[in-house]
């Protein structure tokens, strides 16, 4: 009787448990092996490749094995070629819906690009980027043509770029029309363009910011083609170009072949006008134009001799700074600068014209001494006071580059008296015999408030070099002057450091050679070279990089942009590739690696 009583309370648990798992619907099984498949396209409405396709009133569906969402329709789901209006989508039960806004043109392919905007409900597991073609005439168009685009400074690729293909070939028109054919890059600038005609196009790239389906000029990226494109490769099954490949798989992902390589830059705004002003130092002012090459008539403070005045232009001529030189001068809080010239008008023309600047001096901030006196706080007597016309200059001294650059000095303002005989520098050997050496005190050719003092002779690893500035050998405009500053900065031994020597050949005209880091944003070592030359990289920390080349033609030391409706190509900017084919550069501890570079071949 008793194990029978047992027997009926531990069926009656069972149970208990048995319904309340029943009952929790809303909790997943635990345990059990996490969802990692894609959806899976079970049917398509209607089939792919549809001809006669009706050019109002139709619709495409894709039904799914299971629920699925729609992630950034805007920026991932776009019909090629594109209409004002974008595409409507919606989720239907276990199906994606898509409606046109607007008619259809006659006799036309069309594809709509699913990207990577579907994924399942529950884990988001992606749907591969689908394509579905379709076409209101007879027949679909069957061409492709595969390219990459990316930055023309860094070369990196750039992700949601639109590529166009115009079958009208006037540049102008890209702001007015959509493509004949879109397509858009992926995570590495790879684009494929699909469902063309064996015709000539002209093949224009924007960063199309706004979503619109046209470039905006001065505002958004472009890049193009110099020659008309005419492609004539079929698409087929199988096409290395339309492989799905996982953007994380970096290898497959940069192994895709393609036609075309386009470089984005945005352009030079062409409409001049006073852009900006502003007074950040009492005895400063600086004044930007919306164009370079600005053209100036006449210019002056009110009631302010010219002669008292240093007025210095960038190389581009669109940002001009001005200095009141003249240390005895007393300056208003407000001064009127009148400037006379041509600025661009409302018909798009350059008329001379007469403006009125009004810089108005910045409120100066409260000192230490100011916030002490206001709160009553007592200076302690340890503290140190600076002295109120100090100069404060700030001296650079990197030892990977102290051979290339020497000593960097950064002004605070426009020194206008420079002592230079009082300038010394000294070196001392690792078995402390020291030498006075010889240098060059030179200034930036483009910043007004850098100088370099540099070695003339040769810089010897294991040495300290200290640069001794006496005090009052710099006075600025405001008649500030430098106290005493001793710099010292020692040679690293090079037995763990790098080292990498170019034999540059080919040389014709200006270039511009720099040492990056892996990921090309930051650039660790510069030469500028005229000529063939064999420039030396020392003290390098081991690790990755790359060798940029810019081809400074003009020799203005920047990087010059382009020009669409000029067809002018921005300056071109390559990478040094190793005999391998690859571009990264591995430097290993103590490694010495010496490598040729012909400008000709990388600029053919």
């Known amino acids: ?60 569906e894709l039904r799914f094995n299971e629920y699925v969402v729609i992630k950034d329709a805007v920026k991932y789901i776009y019909l090629s070629p594109p209409q004002k209006k974008m595409l409507e989508t919606k989720i239907k039960g276990k199906s994606v819906v898509v409606t046109f806004p607007e008619e259809l043109d006659s006799a036309v392919t069309y594809s709509i690009n699913f990207s990577s905007s579907i994924s399942d409900n529950n884990e988001g597991n992606p749907f591969y980027p689908y394509v579905y073609p379709f076409s209101t005439g007879a027949m679909i168009d069957t061409m492709i043509q595969a390219g990459t685009v990316m930055n023309y400074k860094t070369l990196l690729p750039i992700e949601n770029v639109v590529v166009g293909y115009y079958k009208n070939l006037v540049d102008s028109t890209i702001s007015k029309t959509y493509p004949s054919v879109m397509a858009k890059s992926d995570k590495w600038g790879y684009f494929v363009a699909r469902y063309l005609k064996n015709t000539p196009y002209r093949v224009i790239a924007f960063k199309d910011d706004n979503n619109n389906n046209l470039y905006d000029p001065g505002t958004e990226l472009v890049g193009f083609l110099d020659s008309l494109q005419t492609p004539n490769l079929p698409l087929t099954k199988g096409m290395k170009e339309t492989e799905y490949i996982n953007v994380k798989d970096t290898l497959k992902a940069l192994s895709r072949p393609y036609e075309n390589v386009l470089y984005m830059f ?76 041509y600025k661009t008008d409302s018909l798009n023309k350059l008329v001379l014209e007469k403006e009125t600047v009004k810089l108005i001096s910045v409120t100066k901030k409260r000192t230490s001494e100011d916030i002490r006196l206001s709160t009553g706080k007592v200076k302690k007597s340890d503290d140190k006071e600076k002295r109120k016309d100090l100069l404060e200059l700030r001296v650079e001294s990197e ?144 690790g990755i990089y790359n060798i940029r080349i810019t081809q400074d033609l003009n020799g203005n030391g920047i990087l010059d942009t382009g020009s669409l409706l000029e067809r002018k190509q921005p300056e071109m900017v390559r990478l040094v590739k190793l005999p391998n084919g690859n571009s990264l550069i591995e430097l290993k501890e103590g490694m010495e690696l010496e490598q040729s570079v012909n400008l000709k071949e990388i600029f053919k």
């Open 1 to 60: 009787m008793k194990t029978n009583k047992i027997l009926a309370s531990i069926l009656l648990i069972a149970f208990i448990a048995a319904a309340n798992s029943c009952a929790n619907t809303s909790t997943p099984p635990s345990g059990g092996p996490k969802d990692t498949l894609s959806p899976v396209l079970l049917k398509v409405l209607p089939d792919s490749n549809k001809t006669n396709f009706p050019r109002s009133g139709g619709k495409v």
């Open 266 to 341: 945005k352009e030079v705004s062409g409409v001049q006008f006073i852009k900006d002003s502003k007074r950040p130092q009492r005895r400063m002012s600086y004044i930007t134009f919306g164009a370079p090459g600005v053209r100036i008539d006449s210019m002056g403070f009110r009631g302010i001799d010219s002669s008292k005045v240093l007025s210095q232009f960038n190389i581009t001529r669109d940002s001009l700074v001005l200095w009141i030189k003249d240390t005895l001068l007393v300056v208003p809080d407000t001064m009127n600068f009148d400037i006379k010239y």
């Open 399 to 542: 030892p990977s580059m102290i051979e290339q650059i020497g000593y960097k000095l950064v002004f605070p303002a426009l020194p206008v008296k420079i002592k230079v005989d009082s300038i010394k520098v000294h070196s001392l050997s690792p078995k402390g015999i020291k030498s006075e050496e010889e240098y060059t005190f030179v200034k930036d050719s483009v910043e007004n408030l850098w100088y370099y003092v540099r070695f003339k002779n040769k810089v010897l690893p294991g040495y300290t070099y200290t640069l001794s500035i006496p005090e009052k050998t710099f006075t600025d405009v405001y008649k500030y002057t430098n106290d005493s500053i001793s710099v010292p900065v020692m040679l690293p031994n090079t037995d763990k450091l790098a080292q990498l020597t170019l034999n540059i050949t080919g040389t014709n005209g200006s270039h511009v050679v720099e040492l990056t880091n892996q990921t090309r944003d930051k650039v660790l070592r510069t030469y500028k070279i005229l000529k063939d030359a064999v420039l030396v990289f020392p003290y390098i920390q081991p």
